[in-house]
Structures are given as structure tokens and as C-alpha cells.
């Protein structure tokens, strides 16, 4: 990893330090298993 690297967090996100080559259909796909995981979980 570079001294450029940084992490796509909640905190880097909404604070603008992400670069847009963070968003990525994976990651997106990531957070949608996660939140179905937990909906269930949860029910």
C-alpha cells in the first residue's frame, strides 16, 4: 500500500477524503449483503 492509500470508512467517506475509485460495484455489493444479513438477524 502507498503513503496515498486510505481506507473507505464511514469517516473518510463523509468527510470527502475517499477518492471515487473506492466506490466500486463490490463494495457495494458488500454493504447490501451486510445490511440483509442484519435485517434478518435481527427479525
Do not use: N, W
Not at 6 to 29: C, L, M, N, W
Amino acid at each position: 500500500m502507498g503513503k496515498d492509500y486510505i481506507k473507505a470508512t464511514r469517516q473518510s467517506i463523509g468527510h470527502g477524503v475517499a477518492s471515487p475509485e473506492s466506490y466500486t460495484r463490490d463494495k457495494a455489493i458488500q454493504v447490501i449483503c451486510t445490511l440483509d444479513q442484519l435485517y434478518f438477524y435481527l427479525s
